[in-house]
């Protein structure tokens, strides 16, 4: 039996509103929060200007900025930015960057491949379920992980920026992927009607690769010709760890010394991840922080229906206490090894603040203070409620330590352009980090040896991609 809702009480209300303006803090609040907005009003600049851009541990860092523009491509920005650190050792330069439109290109091509094969594989299953209506509402979207990105430099490789620049289409994804998003859902209503009159598996997998072809013209349209080939010719420095057969001296305009260039004709975007990049993804562990008693530690976690690559690697986590996500960091970051990491980054942002916005700190916004009321929550109970999820990738580049030897602040690379936070870099508390981050992937060799077992041994649970457990998106 359905029980009744209790209605809304008109004279509480009104008696609520009458003696509002009673308590000075209320109407201090108000005028401020309503000329300024929650967060301007809320921002504690007494604390926040205590953060700055200075590091104990600070790695080389590119000299480009990356910025995804009106997409939301972070978790492709940050493998790549993670990436071009290997570029940049391995051709001594101070700068590369990917072409992040030539591995869109790809992504979304296996996202319709892959959710295809999905609609086929819940063929079975009514319009109305809830697995098939997930499949169906946001099929071709921008977010990712780490692992999904390493697939497609696996599997398609990767090029320099200069040879696929960015398009309209990329750097603002929406009506592409509206349009992409149309296609696919006419795909997957004929494919279940298919289905229902009594096609095989082979004969719906038939259909499906008459479909592809039409979403490639329209990729091709919205974002270019990817390259199959290409030459490429790049200054490279004079500890390059290159074929040096490669490598030839240009003598420079000016009567300086002699540039190094690398030339290597005919390369495919495959070769030039094999030859510059030196992938190896059994290379990488991805620990999360998820607490809770539905979450067990030690334990890892994969989605069904989730993976965009069909034949690459599973995306994987291990859920660990933090401190083994904190203490994996640093041993990379000394090493001079950028991190991959996942958080809330909406949480106590100061995005719109002119002097603040690059700061993410638990002290630095007073939320409770402006309102007078207690917003406060546990990590466990913010990822049941889904208050937190892992909604934003970026890159750890530095670390503070305290004299205990842990994280006091991070240092981030973000890929929202140089004109935001700190020349395009973000200061992140560890506390902050504790509450709201909980997704490192790191390497292999920078994990403890219980750690690394753990990842080849622990037990794995898969689950739905809207179950709370994962606390993604």
């Not at 972070?74 to 570029?87: D, E, G, K, Q, Y």
């Not at 082979?202 to 080939?229: N, Y």
């Amino acid at each position: 039996m359905r029980m009744s809702l209790e209605e809304l009480d008109f004279r509480t209300v009104n008696e609520l509103t009458e003696h509002f303006a009673d308590d000075r803090a209320n109407r201090v609040a108000r005028n401020a929060v309503s000329a300024l907005n929650v967060v301007e009003a809320s921002v504690d600049r007494n604390r926040a200007r205590t953060y700055h851009d200075t590091f104990g541990v600070s790695l080389k860092t590119a000299a480009t900025v990356t910025g995804q523009r009106h997409s939301g491509r972070c978790w492709m920005f940050a493998t790549l930015n993670v990436m071009r650190s290997r570029v940049l050792a391995n051709l001594d330069v101070d700068d590369f960057e990917f072409s992040q439109n030539y591995v869109q290109f790809y992504d979304k091509l296996e996202r319709a491949n892959s959710r295809l094969e999905y609609v086929i594989e819940t063929a079975h299953l009514p319009w109305n379920d809830r697995q098939v209506t997930q499949l169906m509402l946001t099929p071709l979207e921008d977010g990712g992980q780490f692992i999904f990105c390493a697939n497609l430099l696996k599997k398609w490789g990767a090029v320099p920026k200069a040879l696929m620049p960015d398009t309209a289409c990329n750097k603002d994804t929406s009506q592409m992927n509206k349009l992409l998003t149309r296609l696919l859902r006419k795909d997957a209503t004929i494919l279940r009607d298919m289905a229902a009159k009594g096609a095989t598996a082979d004969e719906l997998r038939a259909r499906k690769q008459e479909m592809l072809p039409e979403f490639h013209k329209i990729l091709c349209c919205c974002l270019g010709e990817p390259p199959v080939a290409f030459d490429l010719a790049i200054e490279v420095g004079e500890h390059a760890d290159v074929d040096q057969a490669k490598v030839e001296p240009v003598l420079s305009a000016n009567g300086g010394a002699p540039a190094r260039i690398l030339r290597d004709p005919h390369i495919t975007p495959r070769e030039f991840v094999e030859r510059y990049v030196r992938l190896d993804l059994a290379d990488y562990v991805e620990l999360v922080n998820f607490p809770g008693e539905t979450r067990p530690y030690e334990h890892a976690f994969n989605i069904r229906c989730f993976d965009p690559v069909a034949g690459g690697q599973r995306l994987r986590f291990l859920n660990m206490p933090m401190q083994y996500l904190e203490g994996s960091a640093v041993a990379s970051l000394k090493a001079g090894v950028p991190v991959f990491v996942m958080c809330a980054v909406n949480q106590l942002l100061m995005r719109k603040d002119e002097d603040f916005s690059g700061v993410l700190a638990l002290d630095g916004m007073d939320l409770d203070g402006t309102f007078g009321v207690d917003l406060s929550q546990d990590k466990a109970q913010m990822i049941d409620d889904r208050e937190c999820g892992m909604t934003h990738c970026m890159v750890f580049q530095g670390v503070e330590l305290g004299e205990d030897g842990k994280p006091r602040a991070w240092r981030v690379e973000n890929s929202w352009g140089d004109d935001f936070g700190f020349d395009g870099y973000l200061v992140i508390d560890a506390d902050w980090f504790r509450l709201y981050g909980g997704d490192v992937v790191v390497e292999r060799r920078f994990v403890p040896e219980e750690v690394q077992h753990l990842w080849d041994e622990a037990p794995t649970t898969e689950v739905s991609y809207w179950d709370n457990l994962l606390a993604i998106g």
